[in-house]
């Protein structure tokens, strides 16, 4: 079993930041992907952006240019920072991890809330 705790969630104004963190209770070097998602009230959860093993990154294309995910192996952690914040990002975010052979496990999601 892997837990997933996401941080760093919060208020902000429109055209501001925010770094959401995910930290693993399990080594994330092996990864097949780590990744970032949202829900918004009354929509699907979608994907954010992405991470592999080998480093590529994907990305929403609402999200590109504004947010960068990144991992720190040391501290088995990814990062997602948010710039440029609209107020469609509002949404709760959710961690997600894929190992290999155990399979995906999530975080408990963090409220993202962008507004004046």
């Known amino acids: 079993q892997v837990q997933l705790v996401e941080s760093g969630g919060g208020l902000v104004q429109p055209g501001g930041s925010l770094r959401l963190s995910c930290a693993a209770s399990r080594s994330i070097f092996s990864i097949i992907t780590m990744g970032w998602y949202r829900q918004a009230p009354g929509k699907q959860r979608e994907l954010v952006a992405m991470v592999s093993n080998g480093n590529s990154t994907h990305y929403a294309d609402s999200v590109k240019g504004r947010f960068t995910i990144s991992r720190e192996n040391a501290k088995n952690t990814v990062y997602l920072q948010m710039n440029a914040l609209k107020p469609e990002d509002t949404a709760v975010y959710y961690c997600?991890?894929?190992?290999?052979?155990?399979?995906?496990?999530w975080g408990q999601g963090t409220q993202v809330t962008v507004s004046s």
């Open positions: 997600s991890g894929d190992w290999p052979i155990t399979g995906r496990y």
